[in-house]
Nanobody
């Protein structure tokens, strides 16, 4: 069983920054592509960014230039550095292994971490 634990969410003012962390665990080797998604109230979960095992990164248009995804040194650990946060970035953020053709998660979702951008 593969599990994900996200952390780092908080209440932040517009223009602020946050760094989210994700740790994947379970009976699985190193995940080739891991990523972040977010779900705002009343909206569907949407893809934010992914990083390959080789370090290549891909972003949704909403994240380009403001967010940076990276892999940690521990197996199946990733981060999301979020800068210049906007009100519309408010959401619960989730991580998962990425099914690249559909940009959906391959495994069950974790609890997520709440990011609230508000003045």
């Amino acid at each position: 069983q593969v599990q994900f634990v996200e952390s780092g969410g908080d209440l932040v003012q517009p223009g602020g920054s946050l760094r989210l962390s994700c740790a994947g665990s379970g009976s699985i080797g190193t995940m080739n592509s891991m990523g972040w998604w977010r779900q705002a109230p009343g909206k569907q979960r949407e893809f934010v960014a992914r990083v390959t095992i080789g370090g290549d990164t891909f972003y949704a248009d909403s994240a380009k230039g403001r967010f940076t995804i990276s892999r940690g040194t521990a197996k199946n650990t990733i981060y999301l550095q979020m800068n210049s946060l906007k009100l519309e970035d408010t959401a619960v953020y989730y991580c998962n292994s990425v099914h690249v053709p559909t940009l959906t998660g391959r495994f069950a979702w974790g609890q997520g971490t709440q990011v609230t951008v508000s003045s």
